[in-house]
């Protein structure tokens, strides 16, 4: 089977409420690049780009992208360097599209979830096994409160335990007076049961008001940290003075990252991606090391529609140390049944069904490839503009 060609769409979902962090106050959620790549079998893969221009590296370390950089780089570079490549092939895959693009993790990524998605339909198995078998039927949610005000955050909270979550994870970094009333509202409102964590997206402005809210949600009853300021240094810095977990994010992007936080004790714990390595591939060259260190993860992500959230889930069922509840979207469907809050971010997708949410956790679906069906219309009806093939 030969990579033949492609074509990307610039999608908008509808979403239902805004969704920002501290690094993201503007651009808004679900306006992604959709990856169809084609092959000479007849056989078709799809992949998905999240791409954001304010998502990146601690100091620059990587930078943003945009739905648009990503269909450039897919058409004119990483597509003529793959064509004639098996979508299985998928280090060779990797090789040449670092030969001609350096760096743009999530083009490529796109192209890598594409591959994985054709390879296994051509051989009849869910990404999953390619990716060395399943540990788990899925990943647990974290329903994830973007910066709003206090009461409506604890009133969308309320809801979404009341559809299944079981975890809620509180956008911070802006505000540490909200951020801890924020904190203590939730436990007072939700009961000990239910866990919180935290997630400054870099947003602080100093080591000494980063350890000072934390310390401040900890009694509270938070269980991780995440990502409170920029930077490896920093981090482990707050590590040092407070009690719970540190996760790093913007620090974690790649293989050589863990290394860093490892050396320096900067985080016990990491949010894995798809997209910030690079691809499925690529993120399990993450994960590995990251696990053989000590250290462990959730399935990070940057809202994903159903394409990217499937490899979110074939990601993180497949990992070793994936033991974290997770921002892995809920799917819904417009006109079918399901959560009307509980992760959910859009109100419409571009699969023809949603993902499987059961006692708060997403399940992973076992048929071939990524397990869903794209909906052409569907992805056509919410194009921003014609789709660019090649």
């Known amino acids: ?196 964590r935290v997630d400054g997206n870099e947003g602080y402005e100093t080591i000494h008001e980063a350890v000072t809210v934390t310390r401040a949600q900890e009694e509270w009853g938070i269980f991780l940290c995440e990502q409170p300021l920029a930077g490896a240094d920093a981090l482990a810095e707050v590590q040092r003075r407070v009690n719970v977990p540190v996760m790093a994010d913007e620090s974690a992007w790649t293989a050589l990252d863990i290394i860093e936080l490892h050396e320096k004790r900067a985080a016990q714990c990491f949010s894995c991606y798809v997209t910030k390595p690079g691809g499925l591939w690529r993120a399990r060259q993450q994960a590995e090391l990251a696990a053989h260190l000590g250290l462990y993860c959730d399935i990070g992500g940057s809202i994903e529609m159903g394409i990217g959230n499937a490899a979110n889930l074939h990601l993180g069922v497949s990992l070793e140390r994936a033991i974290l509840p997770s921002v892995c979207p809920v799917t819904r469907i417009e006109g079918v049944e399901g959560p009307e809050i509980a992760g959910v971010y859009y109100r419409d997708d571009v699969i023809a069904e949603p993902l499987r949410f059961e006692d708060g956790k997403l399940l992973c679906p076992d048929g071939p490839g990524l397990g869903i069906e794209v909906d052409e219309e569907k992805v056509r009806h919410y194009a921003l503009a014609e789709a660019a093939r090649a």
């Open 1 to 196: 089977m030969k990579i033949t060609g492609a074509e990307v769409f610039l999608v908008a979902l509808p979403s239902r409420r805004e969704h920002t962090w501290a690094s993201k106050m503007e651009t808004p959620i679900g306006h992604h690049a959709i990856v169809r790549i084609d092959t000479d079998e007849g056989i078709s893969g799809w992949g998905e780009s999240p791409a954001i221009a304010t998502w990146g590296g601690a100091h620059m370390r990587q930078y943003g992208e945009t739905p648009i950089t990503v269909r450039h780089l897919v058409l004119d570079y990483l597509l003529p360097a793959i064509t004639g490549c098996d979508p299985a092939d998928i280090g060779l895959i990797h090789q040449r599209m670092d030969k001609v693009v350096k760096g743009n993790p999530y083009a490529k990524a796109a192209i890598d979830i594409a591959c994985y998605d054709a390879a296994g339909r051509a051989l009849g198995v869910p990404v999953w096994q390619l990716l060395g078998g399943k540990r788990r039927d899925g990943i647990e949610v974290a329903h994830s409160l973007g910066i709003m005000p206090v009461e409506q955050c604890v009133e969308e909270a309320v809801q979404a335990v009341a559809e299944g979550a079981r975890t809620i994870k509180c956008k911070t970094g802006l505000d540490p007076a909200r951020d801890v009333a924020l904190v203590k509202a939730l436990r007072e409102r939700l009961g000990d049961e239910i866990r919180i």
